[in-house]
RNA sequence: GGCGCCAUCGUCUAGCGGUUAGGACGCCGGCCUCUCAAGCCGGUAACACGGGUUCGAUUCCCGUUGGCGCUACCA
């Protein structure tokens, strides 16, 4: 066990996202590959926006991901508690020691004075305005004269001198100058951390040795890595990773309608494809190889092969990877993930005797490599009908009402009926030789018996199908369709 | 406005001073074939622009343009 130890921290105002399980695919990747442990801390301070049901998506996506955590909600840990709501006593103590020392003080501006002293300036300089200290460097009488007026303070982070550089994972050597920085406010009113407080002091506290993110917080790394050292740590290493676009171009966010894992779910993703996809968002394997295993990806995934571009999501290669995963199922666990959905469109019904399941299962056997997704065995609902079929009006006027149709059809059926019996071998015998004795190409007469089998012009093999669907529901179909064409 | 990040086919990428700029998705053909998929074969398509540095730039440096992010008592 290394002693890497990386963290997501979401907050519960959204469900989990492409954007979002990307940043914990990574860090994820990162403490599997090394042995460290991954933490999942739920930054749910903002009460307005955060729910209990935001928080329970998160965590069941992660899990039917794969993404498990080693300290977290409903794990626990050494560290926690890990829901940020419940951490309240906690800061307190670092930011009097600021405050103490000097690193911090107390400002009694009041958002409306900011606001006037802001709009004094011109348009331009107010766009650049930074809080002018004016609390900085109250003397003793001065503050105390505050507190008896009874004013409420925040605390602001004094921000020291010079530069602040570091070295990203990711990005490489990043170099900020302070003096761009606002002595930003660290503790509200009422006491409580703001975020970048809030994430330092977490971080501190359960021993963070990675923090993997997104780049839009590229910009508050330097804040942090002042507060750190104020509060006489290190920091731990940084990695800001590209962030993700919609096809719109625009970043993926909760906010933007970024469609959720659970709705994947629901279109019928697998989560080996969802996984898989992502992590080729800005990685690629050495190997050139595309269709990863979690297993493979973390022993491969290194962080500083991480492209610094952002990339674009594209849903045709989600579909393309997600029909790879679909056929390296073997067919038992194919069958298995089916299942819910034919369950839920009462296709079947209840649990499965080993009649059915094994019946089952050479259906899904037949239908080989020709599901996308899950939800495609829709396609072939006709295998599941009791009765007849729904004919596609276009298969019907193409095939089954051109001249000559019919007349196949109806010898079909006696080919049918009197076929000894319904094995593969032996339909595809007897109604070859149909063909042959009509005078006609196999296909002229095997498309209209699909036709008025299936309800479509496209299928698995006709003769596997036919033998699968048996000889009493075929029958009972070719008559639906003969009557159809008379 | 300030600061920061980014820039190879439509998309994801390989490339790390000398390549016919490679692969994947998509798209278009073909093969296979009872249809549809899958598979196989082939095709389409890119170094944003301008300066340097160098014998030589997709690659290194600078600038321009463009995209994105941050700039809250939100996280």
């Given at each position: 066990?290394?002693?890497?130890?990386?963290?997501?921290?979401?907050?519960?105002?959204?469900?989990?996202?492409?954007g979002?399980?990307?940043?914990?695919?990574?860090n994820?990747?990162?403490?599997?590959?090394?042995?460290?442990?991954?933490?999942?801390?739920?930054?749910?301070?903002d009460?307005?926006?955060?729910?209990?049901?935001?928080?329970e998506?998160?965590?069941?996506d992660?899990?039917w991901?794969g993404?498990d955590?080693?300290?977290?909600?409903?794990?626990?840990?050494?560290?926690?508690?890990?829901?940020?709501?419940?951490?309240?006593?906690?800061?307190?103590?670092?930011?009097?020691r600021?405050?103490?020392?000097?690193?911090?003080?107390?400002?009694?501006?009041?958002?409306?004075e900011?606001?006037?002293?802001?709009?004094?300036?011109?348009?331009?300089?107010?766009?650049?305005?930074?809080?002018?200290?004016?609390?900085?460097s109250?003397?003793?009488?001065?503050?105390?004269?505050l507190?008896?007026?009874?004013?409420?303070h925040?605390?602001?982070?004094?921000?020291?001198g010079?530069k602040?550089?570091?070295?990203?994972?990711?990005?490489?050597?990043?170099e900020?100058?302070?003096?761009?920085?606002?002595?930003l406010?660290?503790?509200?009113?009422?006491?409580?951390?703001?975020?970048?407080?809030?994430?330092?002091?977490?971080?501190?506290?359960?021993?963070v040795?990675?923090?993997?993110?997104?780049s839009?917080?590229l910009?508050?790394?330097?804040r942090?890595i002042?507060?750190w050292?104020?509060?006489?740590?290190?920091?731990?290493?940084f990695?800001?990773?590209?962030?993700?676009?919609?096809?719109?171009?625009?970043?993926?966010?909760?906010?933007?309608?970024?469609?959720?894992?659970?709705?994947?779910?629901?279109?019928?993703?697998?989560?080996?494809?969802?996984?898989?996809y992502?992590?080729?968002?800005?990685?690629a394997?050495?190997?050139?190889?595309?269709?990863?295993s979690?297993?493979?990806?973390?022993?491969?995934?290194?962080l500083?092969?991480?492209s610094?571009?952002?990339?674009?999501?594209?849903?045709?290669k989600?579909?393309?990877?997600?029909?790879?995963?679909?056929k390296?199922?073997s067919?038992?666990?194919?069958?298995?993930?089916l299942?819910?959905?034919?369950?839920?469109?009462?296709l079947?019904?209840?649990?499965?005797?080993s009649?059915?399941?094994?019946?089952l299962?050479?259906?899904?056997?037949?239908?080989?490599?020709?599901?996308?997704?899950?939800?495609?065995?829709l396609d072939?609902?006709?295998?599941f009908l009791?009765?007849?079929?729904?004919?596609d009006?276009m298969a019907?006027?193409?095939?089954?009402d051109?001249?000559?149709?019919?007349e196949?059809?109806?010898?079909?059926?006696k080919?049918?009926?009197?076929?000894?019996?319904?094995?593969?071998d032996?339909?595809?015998t007897?109604i070859?030789?149909?063909a042959?004795?009509?005078?006609?190409?196999?296909?002229?007469?095997?498309?209209?018996?699909?036709?008025?089998?299936?309800?479509?012009t496209?299928?698995?093999?006709m003769?596997?199908?036919?033998?699968?669907?048996?000889?009493?529901?075929?029958?009972?179909?070719v008559?639906?369709a003969l009557?159809?064409?008379?």
């Amino acid at each position: 066990m290394s002693d890497v130890r990386v963290r997501l921290a979401p907050s519960p105002t959204g469900y989990l996202h492409l954007g979002v399980t990307r940043t914990a695919l990574y860090n994820w990747l990162t403490a599997r590959s090394g042995g460290g442990s991954f933490i999942l801390r739920i930054e749910d301070t903002d009460r307005e926006r955060s729910t209990d049901e935001f928080l329970e998506a998160i965590i069941t996506d992660l899990r039917w991901l794969g993404l498990d955590w080693d300290e977290g909600p409903e794990v626990e840990g050494p560290h926690g508690p890990y829901l940020q709501s419940q951490r309240g006593g906690t800061y307190a103590p670092f930011v009097e020691r600021l405050v103490q020392e000097g690193a911090a003080y107390r400002c009694y501006c009041t958002p409306e004075e900011l606001e006037e002293r802001r709009s004094a300036r011109s348009a331009d300089e107010a766009e650049a305005w930074k809080y002018d200290r004016k609390c900085a460097s109250l003397s003793r009488d001065e503050r105390e004269a505050l507190e008896r007026a009874g004013r409420p303070h925040v605390i602001r982070f004094r921000v020291p001198g010079g530069k602040t550089s570091f070295v990203d994972a990711i990005q490489g050597p990043v170099e900020f100058e302070n003096d761009q920085f606002d002595d930003l406010v660290i503790a509200r009113r009422d006491g409580t951390p703001t975020y970048n407080m809030a994430v330092v002091i977490d971080d501190m506290e359960m021993r963070v040795t990675h923090v993997i993110r997104g780049s839009d917080h590229l910009t508050n790394t330097p804040r942090q890595i002042m507060m750190w050292r104020a509060l006489g740590h290190e920091p731990p290493v940084f990695a800001h990773m590209p962030l993700l676009f919609g096809q719109d171009g625009k970043v993926l966010s909760k906010r933007r309608g970024a469609v959720s894992i659970g709705e994947y779910r629901r279109m019928g993703y697998l989560p080996e494809a969802i996984v898989n996809y992502i992590a080729l968002l800005g990685w690629a394997s050495e190997s050139g190889e595309e269709i990863l295993s979690l297993e493979q990806l973390a022993d491969e995934f290194e962080l500083s092969k991480l492209s610094r571009k952002p990339s674009t999501f594209d849903p045709d290669k989600l579909v393309w990877i997600n029909a790879q995963w679909m056929k390296r199922l073997s067919v038992p666990e194919r069958t298995e993930r089916l299942l819910p959905v034919l369950r839920d469109e009462g296709l079947v019904a209840g649990e499965l005797t080993s009649e059915e399941r094994e019946w089952l299962e050479r259906v899904v056997d037949l239908i080989d490599d020709r599901l996308k997704t899950v939800r495609d065995v829709l396609d072939f609902d006709w295998f599941f009908l009791a009765s007849g079929v729904t004919y596609d009006s276009m298969a019907v006027s193409k095939v089954l009402d051109k001249p000559g149709a019919g007349e196949i059809l109806a010898g079909l059926r006696k080919v049918l009926s009197d076929a000894p019996d319904f094995t593969t071998d032996a339909l595809e015998t007897a109604i070859r030789s149909y063909a042959e004795e009509k005078g006609v190409s196999a296909g002229k007469a095997i498309q209209p018996l699909r036709v008025a089998v299936t309800g479509k012009t496209a299928s698995p093999g006709m003769f596997e199908t036919l033998s699968l669907l048996g000889r009493h529901r075929v029958l009972a179909r070719v008559d639906a369709a003969l009557e159809l064409s008379s």
